[in-house]
């Protein structure tokens, strides 16, 4: 190997129009590396990767890509899928309503004389599943997992698929704690196979914990490349936004006033088998506080909250009280007529409509707010967008651009916005920082606290341990659809969390 490198991308540009998005980026990675390419939301990082795997024809940008020192002419997925180059997306290419085996096998179905060999497709899904020690029926339709277990399926496929470099961009967003603590052993063990993986995170304490070395982007343009042991968090940080942050989670008093929403001994039946997924859950809540519910994968904290404010698949049984009068939401919009908002976890998929504009998607949920005697007043429309674009500092040129246009942090960024449109008193937040750059994190939890401060309510449902200390008044955990503890800020820790989380306390 000439140059040492298992990949070489030299120079790289690539445009969208008049928009630079790659600006002569040079990236390298060793064989048998880690390396962390990090960087705000719209830094340019999935579009560097977008080039090496072939999503642009190579006519498209400029600049050359080497692989183990030879030039490489990678124009489609498939040139990048004969240079066994492999790549997990941000967002899931799973399709819902084929088994998990059909779509680790997709494509590499094993055959015998008459068709399709069944039997040894779900032979060797079950060997591939037991590796990732993932518990679960391979025949089973892939709508009918979580985003959590989605995701461990979609790495399992690639991971299968082989490959000499791996190219996992947020793979941990969906994960808790258990689960990503085996992904990152996996990483460990594929990486001394000699697979040189490129990891496109925003979780800080899995660059220090897994990389090699990190790679930053900012605007479209490399910053620098850092050995990760000779690098602090506070300079990474730095490098990443252009400016010294202080400290990641804002502190702003806030002071519980009256109990607004209240759950008692409630039970949500699981969408397929004859057994609860939540069972006798109890929480309160108040106005003025951050209360967060944590909990490993599968726990039940999304399926609580879902049936409560009227959003999940099957009814829940219990009593739901608001503001002292009990109530029962038999759908979304009766959840937010009563001022009860939902940010939920899978923005693409349940947050937005892709194909609308941004203006359409902050406003869809508050049409009452912009609509008399059965019209439209799109002046209103345009002042509450523009305002709420303004205060979330959502960047786009224009908010009658597509939702589709904007990086994942702007459009997450949406997703709050169309819940603030509406005015909530109550604000469920679901993974709210998910697949969200250092700079829009502070800028979210900034807005979470200072809603807090003019006293609504918000519950947080996070799988982010560090998130869940650092911005949370109180912390229910959940284990197995139980509530197994209640935490005080003063008792919030990684491993008092823990010990509740995985059924030891």
Not at 18 to 32: E, R
Not at 210 to 235: A, C, H, P, Y
Not at 236 to 261: Q, S
Not at 324 to 337: D, L, R, Y
Request: glycine share 8%.
């Amino acid at each position: 190997m000439s140059n040492g490198y298992a990949v070489e991308m030299k120079d790289i540009t690539k445009k969208f129009g008049g928009l630079t998005a790659v600006d002569k980026v040079s990236f390298q990675v060793k064989p048998g590396e880690i390396h962390a390419l990090c960087g705000e939301n719209g830094a340019g990082k999935s579009t560097l990767m977008n080039v090496l795997t072939g999503k642009f024809p190579a006519n498209s940008y400029s600049g050359e890509i080497l692989l183990n020192g030879k030039k490489a002419k990678i124009g489609s997925p498939m040139d990048a899928k004969r240079d066994k180059i492999t790549i997990v997306h941000q967002e899931l290419e799973l399709i819902p309503e084929l088994s998990i085996a059909e779509n680790i096998f997709l494509g590499n179905q094993p055959s015998s004389a008459t068709g399709i060999d069944w039997k040894k497709m779900y032979a060797e899904a079950e060997e591939i599943l037991e590796k990732f020690s993932l518990d679960l029926n391979v025949k089973t339709k892939i709508k009918y997992l979580t985003v959590g277990q989605q995701q461990l399926v979609e790495i399992a496929k690639a991971i299968y698929l082989g490959g000499n470099v791996l190219i996992l961009d947020e793979p941990t967003a969906p994960l808790t704690g258990r689960e990503i603590d085996f992904l990152l052993e996996m990483l460990e063990k594929l990486k001394e196979t000699g697979i040189s993986i490129v990891y496109i995170t925003h979780r800080l304490e899995e660059i220090f914990r897994l990389s090699d070395r990190v790679s930053v982007m900012r605007d479209g343009k490399m910053i620098n490349t850092f050995q990760t042991s000779e690098i602090q968090v506070e300079e990474l940080v730095a490098a990443m936004i252009g400016r010294k942050m202080e400290n990641m989670y804002p502190h702003m008093d806030t002071k519980a006033g009256d109990v607004t929403l209240e759950i008692c001994d409630y039970s949500v039946p699981h969408p397929l088998y004859d057994t609860n997924i939540v069972e006798n859950a109890s929480m309160q809540f108040h106005a003025g506080e951050i209360v967060g519910i944590s909990g490993l994968l599968g726990a039940g904290r999304t399926e609580l909250m879902s049936a409560v404010s009227g959003a999940y698949q099957m009814k829940g049984k219990g009593i739901v009280k608001l503001y002292g009068k009990e109530v029962k939401f038999n759908s979304p919009a009766a959840a937010i007529k009563a001022g009860i908002g939902y940010v939920t976890e899978d923005r693409k998929t349940t947050g937005l409509i892709l194909n609308q504009t941004i203006r359409f998607n902050i406003s869809m949920a508050s049409l009452s707010r912009i609509i008399r005697y059965g019209l439209l007043f799109p002046g209103k429309e345009k002042a509450i967008v523009n305002h709420l674009k303004e205060e979330l500092r959502i960047k786009t040129e224009n908010i009658d651009n597509p939702v589709s246009s904007l990086s994942g942090g702007n459009q997450q960024k949406v997703v709050l916005a169309k819940w603030l449109a509406t005015q909530p008193g109550i604000l469920i937040l679901d993974e709210p920082t998910r697949g969200v750059d250092v700079g829009a994190r502070y800028e979210i939890y900034m807005i979470m606290k200072e809603l807090a401060a003019h006293g609504n309510t918000i519950i947080m449902i996070s799988s982010d341990l560090p998130e869940v200390i650092g911005i949370s008044d109180r912390v229910y955990v959940m284990y197995e659809g139980k509530v197994r503890g209640e935490l005080s800020k003063e008792e919030l820790s990684e491993d008092s969390i823990m010990r509740y989380a995985t059924g030891i306390a």
